[in-house]
């Protein structure tokens, strides 16, 4: 769903892949731009689809061109896995070719599945309610349903899977990174920088950092890097700031993911207090940084974070404990606050894509050669529902006039609701310009 400068880490991840794989193979790389067109760099294939949004989430435009274009280039690339980052509107239309075709289909799940509109719908008002309907839950499980793999990023996600009832195969690859760009030397001095990067959100709980730095001198300062999922709470954050009158609280807005290794040189610490996660990008690049991390307990705090590089405090820890933290870290002499940056890049050297990748492709492998079980998942209730991918393939495939006669039909009633609200998510940005950002990591 995501440009290559959108979508948190989500869509960091989806376009360093293709990237990385493009090295040695053959990839045809799916994704939104501003116009549909087709671009061939070596071995990778990028095709673009025209959408609308803002650079954290693009609804394609799925018209019947842009559709076609899409199987056709699918039919001519020939591809022997398909492998989809989100299950947003293109991962699911290229799913229901991938079924038709036979072609195994694998998914990473960049947020816990039993979740996926707890990681920002919660603040879109009316939208989030509509996320969280039984019609949209159907369509999570019915996609889920026609996964024949999924990847899961550690543990965690895949006992989420497990308790959602998932009965295909779960391989376990965390994220990959390119980790040698983030170690940079840090200046021994008085300066004392606490950094946080990612969006402005409830979940990612910058209220709770405020809070912290009542405690810390003024010497010590925060960065607040990231842009606002909603208004309303940066409008909170800002007049806690000014409450507190905390003048060593800068708020920097979003900045280029190029810049970060630049701002992780300059931390003397990392904070998070973030709520839920799966595996956050930035915390694997400040330990990459060798940049220490004070954290809440979370998904990603409690998989990498201890002692030997900062760390992880229990989720109800008041704001004084942490800060309490955070002063130990900066008070450490030279030598042993090196060896507090070594140990933390120790920490994530296995995640380097020339790692993460072979893993991928025993991943791919094993399903291309069908190693993996087949199994009939058990999500959905509704007949209808479980032809859904069917449906939608045949459907496009049809002359318009057949497809015309099609849409009074009482069966495609589930088929023509995704097909409609995907174009009046499109006409409601024509009007009013704004989407919210989704799938944040």
Same mark, same amino acid.
């Given at each position: 769903?995501?440009?290559?400068?959108?979508?948190?880490?989500?869509?960091?991840?989806?376009?360093?892949?293709?990237?990385?794989?493009?090295?040695?193979?053959?990839?045809?790389?799916?994704?939104?731009?501003?116009?549909?067109?087709?671009?061939?760099?070596?071995?990778?294939?990028?095709?673009?689809?025209?959408?609308?949004?803002?650079?954290?989430?693009?609804?394609?435009?799925?018209?019947?061109?842009?559709?076609?274009?899409?199987?056709?280039?699918?039919?001519?690339?020939?591809?022997?896995?398909?492998?989809?980052?989100?299950?947003?509107?293109?991962?699911?239309?290229?799913?229901?070719?991938?079924?038709?075709?036979?072609?195994?289909?694998?998914?990473?799940?960049?947020?816990?599945?039993?979740?996926?509109?707890?990681?920002?719908?919660?603040?879109?008002?009316?939208?989030?309610?509509?996320?969280?309907?039984?019609?949209?839950?159907?369509?999570?499980?019915?996609?889920?349903?026609?996964?024949?793999?999924?990847?899961?990023?550690?543990k965690t996600a895949k006992e989420d899977f497990l308790r959602l009832g998932y009965q295909g195969e779960i391989f376990l690859?965390?994220?990959?990174?390119?980790?040698?760009?983030?170690?940079?030397?840090?200046?021994?001095?008085?300066?004392?920088?606490?950094?946080?990067?990612?969006?402005?959100?409830?979940?990612?709980?910058?209220?709770?950092?405020?809070?912290?730095?009542?405690?810390?001198?003024?010497? @010590?300062?925060?960065? #607040?890097?990231?842009?606002?999922?909603? *208004? =309303?709470?940066?409008?909170? +954050? %800002?007049?806690?700031?000014? $409450?507190?009158?905390?003048?060593?609280?800068?708020?920097?807005?979003?900045?280029?993911?190029?810049?970060?290794?630049?701002?992780?040189?300059?931390?003397?610490?990392?904070?998070?207090?973030?709520?839920?996660?799966?595996?956050?990008?930035?915390?694997?690049?400040?330990?990459?940084?060798?940049?220490?991390?004070?954290?809440?307990?979370?998904?990603?705090?409690?998989?990498?974070?201890?002692?030997?590089?900062?760390?992880?405090?229990?989720?109800?820890?008041?704001?004084?404990?942490?800060?309490?933290?955070?002063?130990?870290?900066?008070?450490?002499?030279?030598?042993?606050?090196?060896?507090?940056?070594?140990?933390?890049?120790?920490?994530?050297?296995?995640?380097?894509?020339?790692?993460?990748?072979?893993?991928?492709?025993? @991943?791919?492998?094993? #399903?291309?050669?069908?190693?993996?079980? *087949? =199994?009939?998942?058990?999500? +959905? %209730?509704?007949?209808?529902? $479980?032809?859904?991918?069917?449906?939608?393939?045949?459907?496009?495939?049809?002359?318009?006039?057949?497809?015309?006669?099609?849409?009074?039909?009482?069966?495609?009633?589930?088929?023509?609701?995704?097909?409609?609200?995907?174009?009046?998510?499109?006409?409601?940005?024509?009007?009013?310009?704004?989407?919210?950002?989704?799938?944040q990591e």
């Open positions: 769903m995501f440009e290559a400068d959108g979508g948190g880490g989500i869509g960091r991840v989806a376009h360093e892949m293709a990237e990385a794989f493009a090295a040695d193979h053959e990839v045809l790389f799916i994704y939104p731009g501003k116009v549909t067109r087709q671009k061939k760099e070596g071995k990778l294939r990028r095709l673009m689809i025209e959408s609308k949004g803002e650079s954290d989430v693009m609804i394609p435009f799925l018209n019947r061109r842009n559709i076609h274009l899409i199987f056709n280039c699918l039919e001519k690339f020939s591809p022997e896995v398909i492998h989809a980052h989100d299950p947003g509107p293109l991962s699911f239309l290229i799913q229901t070719w991938a079924t038709r075709k036979k072609v195994p289909f694998v998914y990473t799940s960049h947020v816990l599945p039993t979740k996926i509109v707890d990681f920002g719908a919660g603040e879109l008002g009316q939208l989030g309610k509509i996320l969280r309907s039984r019609l949209v839950s159907d369509y999570f499980s019915n996609f889920f349903n026609h996964c024949q793999g999924v990847i899961a990023l550690n690859v965390p994220n990959g990174r390119h980790i040698k760009t983030y170690w940079r030397p840090k200046s021994f001095t008085k300066e004392k920088t606490l950094v946080f990067i990612g969006y402005l959100t409830e979940r990612k709980n910058q209220k709770y950092l405020i809070e912290m730095m009542r405690y810390l001198e003024e010497d @010590v300062s925060l960065l #607040l890097i990231g842009s606002p999922i909603n *208004e =309303k709470y940066f409008l909170e +954050l %800002k007049k806690k700031v000014e $409450k507190y009158k905390l003048k060593n609280v800068f708020f920097l807005g979003e900045i280029p993911h190029r810049q970060i290794p630049s701002f992780l040189a300059k931390a003397k610490v990392f904070v998070s207090a973030s709520r839920m996660e799966v595996q956050s990008l930035v915390i694997l690049e400040a330990l990459a940084s060798g940049t220490p991390v004070v954290g809440l307990s979370n998904e990603t705090i409690d998989e990498f974070i201890d002692e030997t590089c900062g760390y992880c405090l229990p989720k109800k820890t008041a704001p004084s404990e942490f800060a309490r933290k955070v002063k130990a870290i900066c008070s450490l002499p030279k030598k042993e606050y090196e060896k507090l940056r070594k140990s933390a890049s120790k920490k994530v050297q296995f995640l380097d894509w020339q790692e993460i990748v072979p893993q991928t492709i025993a @991943v791919y492998r094993r #399903l291309a050669e069908g190693k993996t079980e *087949e =199994k009939q998942k058990v999500f +959905l %209730k509704s007949q209808s529902a $479980k032809n859904f991918q069917e449906k939608m393939f045949s459907f496009f495939s049809k002359p318009r006039g057949e497809r015309r006669a099609e849409i009074v039909a009482k069966e495609n009633f589930y088929l023509l609701g995704i097909i409609a609200g995907s174009f009046l998510v499109n006409s409601f940005y024509f009007r009013f310009s704004k989407i919210p950002r989704l799938w």
